[in-house]
């Protein structure tokens, strides 16, 4: 793209030609829209290039009336883009962003505007168009800006190609969270990265973000016809999955088939563009960083606070706990106070009985060892009386003793002289023996056996 052809046009180009401002815009089926943002743009001063995703209505050639006074070039992306022809089919925010990042490099441009094809940007200041209030800013020394952004809600008559936006859209709100970051405005750099946040910032090294937000005017849905077409044919169908499972394209999540867009006023804010640029310099980024500091110092004091109150509250449980064991003791105490004083009269009392049982004992003890000294004399004498009577039966018994060796003497002598005696007997028998068995033998001795037998009958033997 020329220089040239990346200029602004218009009075307003030729009153602030200095800074070139360009706006980069990926635009798909927007033809009752795209009208309103690009004569918007040119009138604040800012060029424009276009990159059409594919559209099937007339959206290129609505945008073709500012080609030469303004828009630079319509790009169709992904036929002119480099990109593949898949993208041509699906919602390809991913490559559009990658898109963006090439064409920050190559166009001749001192400022970039990261913008949408619903998107009206303003400057905070009302004497300042878009242009001179990034210009300015760049003499500041700041090389990004941050937006504000309102999202707006058709009336009940809608919106219609032509219409001026600030009369047929009154009631806004400010954007959800997950839509506050708006970095989409910086100055030419090597490299920006727009793709890791889904396009929510640009980022880059030395970033500076200006500290008061711009304006950027938001109008997502113009009618209940047209936001029905853009969200449950046009973008749900062609999300890609790959960026939904990254957490991007949740402003339509919760909307069902056939529902009503359109918002009742009621629950909306009437825009006054003063009370807005107000509170634009009253919350800038540096009072929302403040807040956010304070918001983390308070959160931790308020943490601190509560360890505070829960170790107060734990020293008071522990301090009712020791002042009721301080009561058990002295309780304890005066109880055993009495004790000690009962324990110590009883001990006056034991001790008046001891010196009275060691007094009977002393006693006892003296009348002990007088008969235990009596016992020892009468021991010994008879112990002595005993070794008399020993020695006298000792010698007794010695005598005795003598005599009964000598009558065993006498005895064993008789006993030998028996022993003798009976010697001779069983000779004498053994003699006696030998003749009877010589007289049975004999002839006489058998003959007269009979009549030994009938005479021993008789005689009844």
Known sequence: MSRQAARPRGSSARKHAGL???????????????GATLEHLISQGIGAYLIDHSSTDGTVKEAARFLGRGLGKIERFPDESGFPAEDAGKFAWRDLLRRKQQLAEIIDADWFIHNDADELRESPWPHLNLQQAIAAVDRLGYNAIDSAVFNFWPGARGYRKGD????????????????????????????????????????????????VRFLCRHYPIRSQAQGARKVWKERLPRIDPAERAMGWHVQYDGLRPGQRLLRDPSGLTVYDP??????????????EELEARLGQERAACTEEAAKARHEVDSLRRELAARTEDVEWYRREWKVRDLETERAGMAQQRLETEL?????????????????????RREHAAAVEGLRHEHGRGVANLRGELAAAEQARAEREALIQHMRSDIAQLQDTLMHREARIAELLASLSWRVAAPGRALYRLLKGE
């Open 164 to 211: 001026d936006p600030l009369k047929s859209f009154r009631h806004c709100e400010p954007a959800r969270e997950f839509d506050r970051l708006q970095i989409k405005c910086w100055k030419k750099t090597a490299a920006v990265d727009l793709v890791s946040s889904g396009g929510h910032e640009a980022a880059f090294a030395e970033r500076r973000v200006f500290p």
């Open 20 to 34: 070139r401002v360009t706006a980069i815009l990926a635009v798909y089926n927007e033809e009752d829209f795209i």
């Open 355 to 375: 010196r009275e049982r060691v007094a009977e004992l002393e006693d006892a003890r003296r009348v002990h060892e007088s008969a235990i000294e009596s016992l």
């Open 274 to 287: 003063e009370q807005v640029r107000l509170q634009l310099f009253l919350r800038h980024r540096g009072v």
